[in-house]
């Protein structure tokens, strides 16, 4: 079974850094993409980065561009997503999502990230 | 970046009712187009992908269709466990983005 299990969320000051992570079990994970999607309090899904299965290639959503960095270790099975310049509207629920062909096919649970002073 | 809306943003319906979600994107993005369900609390669920391709287990009643800029996901016959929102996504490009959601409710 896949599991996709988040952590590192918590409340954070305004400027302030996070580092969220992804544990992956399950599947062949060093032959999977993988992304970050987050939906704030009440709001829809906004995807915020993708990174492939080797972590050689990275892309990231115009809203957190040059804040927000991935990564991955595929001998620790996981993905990182290292956010710093955090502001109030980074506060959201924060989604692990394993990529099919770009298709977001397997969700974690979320970690919910609160950015206020 | 390819913009996605959704109609209707809220729909009641009455189990087995007949239901069909509208997704348009502002360019083609052929059939590169999925669906998901959320409930509340919950993490989205994948539905359907490439338009109208079934994900393995979901239940035969949702029906995906269309190409290009408009697409529809239909649920033949609504269950209590579709009570739900619903979204669109395309992944045509490598900016992926989602429509603002469909919520279904009991009428």
Known sequence: EVQLVESGGGLVQPGGSLRLSCAASGFSFSTYAMNWVRQAPGKGLDWISYISSSGSTTYYGDSVKGRFTVSR??????????????????????????????VFDHWGQGTLVAVSS | DIQMTQSPSTLSASIGDRVTITCRASQSISNWLAWYQQKPGKAPKLLIY????????????FIGSGSGT??????????PDDFATYYCHQYNSFSPTFGPGTKVDIK
């Open chain 2, 50 to 61: 490439k338009a109208s391709s079934l994900e393995s287990g979901v239940p035969s009643r």
């Open chain 1, 73 to 102: 270790d595929n001998t620790k099975r996981s993905v990182y997503l290292e956010m710093n310049s955090l502001r109030a509207e980074d506060t959201a629920v924060y989604y692990c999502v394993r990529d099919w062909n770009f």
């Open chain 2, 70 to 79: 408009e697409f529809t996901l239909t649920i033949s016959s609504l269950q």
